[in-house]
């Protein structure tokens, strides 16, 4: 009688589950760090602008994302991330021995920022070396479900372990967590790149050789294009949910927490349900994950009552837990491995840069208009883009 085969790829892939453990306590750690400096900073310098300063360290080294993809190609993957946790694990405990001012924090959160800009590509390219090809989108679930826990948990410990170990302590536990993370890595065997040395060019070349892939490669262009138009109206919405939910609902803070907290919790069931190992069309799941967003969008500024906009911002959660498994999956199985870690490099680039356009035009709109027109003109914006979306993405995908 033959052996049942587990139908959870955690389950029956020890190998996936040690590389889906350590990149889940890499995330959390994100998580942590950022919650534990941002306290810190807005305790000590008191101000918006040191707390949107750190912020801007953070987010402004992802726009290397093509650059980073080309690392990604050159090296062993697994080398690699066991590298950059490493190097956050001297970041973050620097960070708590020396517990500089905000200008050292703003540089140690920048190096760090790098290492994780990095880090990305790599741990999304080890993927499909690591399960079967019909694993790809139950995997990516996973994956999903560990990044989902930077949002959930992160903070939640990052405010912990500052009220209770006290800034110092809360880095000391943050460097650990990268620690550990390394080395959970060192069961992964390794990930050698899929370019000879011969066929590389100079690092430049390289790296606009990644972004010309992208533009002929059918399915890679239609998930830039759209990760950076969806990001760019989605975006949009996330200056107005305070005003909305505290002003026009009369929600207050909680009510805030509450609600914004819904979309995390809509991200995180998306990737538990899609985790289960059911066959699925990743170009449906695209296209839908995008759909739902724009529902849930619409239906937030459209909101008579806190707790219908708790339930439509569950919905665009669950479409944007939906569509960021589908993307990498549809990427990872059109793309050839020589070609991964730029193509997500791409994607990681196109996303960042939508979300600064959003940030950048959503304050001005919201000042002009109101709040419920700003998530009106995001869910608009957003199902034009699905529109696109259908039309650029080859049928086969």
Not at 19 to 47: C, E, P
Not at 180 to 208: E, G, I, N, Y
Not at 290 to 302: K, P, S
Not at 360 to 378: E, K, N
């Amino acid at each position: 009688m033959s052996e049942v085969r587990p139908r959870n790829v955690m389950r029956r892939n020890p190998v996936f589950r040690r590389l889906w453990t350590a990149r889940a306590i890499s995330f959390i750690g994100d998580g942590i760090a950022i919650t534990a400096l941002v306290l810190h900073v807005g305790s000590t310098n008191g101000t918006g602008t040191a707390v949107g300063a750190l912020l801007l360290a953070q987010a402004l080294p992802h726009l290397a994302g093509p650059m980073a993809g080309v690392i990604a190609d050159r090296i062993d993957q697994r080398r690699l991330m066991i590298a950059c946790n490493i190097g956050n694990t001297v970041v973050f405990a620097v960070a708590a021995w020396v517990l500089p001012g905000l200008l050292g924090l703003i540089v140690l959160v920048a190096t760090s920022s790098i290492l994780d800009t990095i880090f990305g590509p790599a741990g999304r390219s080890a993927t499909p070396a690591l399960v079967d090809e019909d694993d790809l989108l139950p995997a990516n679930a996973w994956l999903g479900t560990a990044l989902n826990m930077q949002v959930a948990i992160g903070p939640l410990l990052g405010g912990l372990f500052v009220a209770t170990l006290g800034i110092r302590g809360a880095l000391v536990a943050d460097a650990a967590s990268f620690l550990l993370s390394a080395a959970l890595l060192l069961r992964v065997p390794p990930l050698p790149p899929h370019r000879a040395r011969s066929d590389r060019t100079s690092f430049l070349a390289d790296t606009w050789a990644g972004l010309a892939y992208v533009r002929r490669h059918a399915v890679a262009r239609a998930v830039v294009i759209t990760l950076f138009l969806g990001v760019a109206f989605a975006g949009i919405d996330n200056v107005a949910l305070v005003f909305l939910s505290r002003d026009v609902l009369g929600a207050g803070a909680i009510g805030f927490g509450v609600v914004a907290a819904a979309f995390g919790i809509g991200m995180l069931a998306a990737s538990i349900a899609l985790s289960g190992g059911r066959s699925r069309s990743p170009r449906a799941l695209f296209l839908g994950g995008w759909l739902l967003t724009a529902a849930g969008t619409l239906l937030t500024g459209l909101a008579p009552a806190v707790w219908l906009a708790v339930t439509a911002q569950a919905i665009g959660g669950v479409g944007n837990g939906a569509d960021n498994v589908a993307s990498d999956t549809l990427v990872q199985q059109s793309v050839p491995r020589a070609m991964l870690g730029r193509v997500f490099g791409a994607t990681s680039m196109a996303a960042y840069v939508g979300a600064g356009i959003a940030y950048a035009a959503g304050g001005p709109l919201l000042d002009a208009t109101s709040p419920r027109f700003v998530f009106l003109v995001a869910g608009v914006g957003v199902l034009g883009v699905v529109g696109l979306a259908h039309i650029l993405l080859p049928k086969e995908a």
